[in-house]
């Protein structure tokens, strides 16, 4: 499979801008999908059909790396572009692969949550 990012939150001028600046750190033709409107589907499937992206500004903004090394990920994250609002980051993983999007979102706002609260209690 080749490398790619799974999108959601962003308008189309800010997933242009993300993947324009990742396809330039990581030096290879990269994929990216959009959750957007898909939120019901499976990672798995959202990933391997090609379907037509919707991209839509949202509160929550999440990127998801597929088949992208833990080097160029942290290239990426060094790299990312100012003038954007970060995302949550996640990767694929074997558990994750098959949990609708929703489950996924939900999963990382509550980890988000999680270590908000342990970083103000120090």
């Known amino acids: 499979m080749n490398p790619g990012i799974l999108m959601y939150g962003y308008g ?12 330039k750190t990581i030096k290879k033709p990269l994929f990216m999908t959009s959750a957007v ?10 990933i391997n059909t090609h379907q037509e992206n919707k991209f839509e500004d949202k509160d929550t903004k999440i990127i998801m790396f597929i088949n992208i090394t833990n080097e160029e990920i942290q290239h990426i994250l060094k ?14 993983t074997k558990h994750n692969i098959s949990w609708p999007f929703s489950q996924l979102k939900e999963h990382l706002l509550e980890e ?6 342990q970083k103000n209690t120090e």
């Open 12 to 23: 189309k001028p800010d997933a242009d801008r993300i993947n324009e600046s990742i396809t």
């Open 37 to 46: 409107g898909k939120e019901s589907e499976i990672i798995d499937s959202l």
């Open 79 to 92: 790299e990312f572009p100012i003038a954007v609002q970060r995302p949550i980051f996640c990767g694929l």
């Open 112 to 117: 988000q949550k999680y270590w908000e609260q």
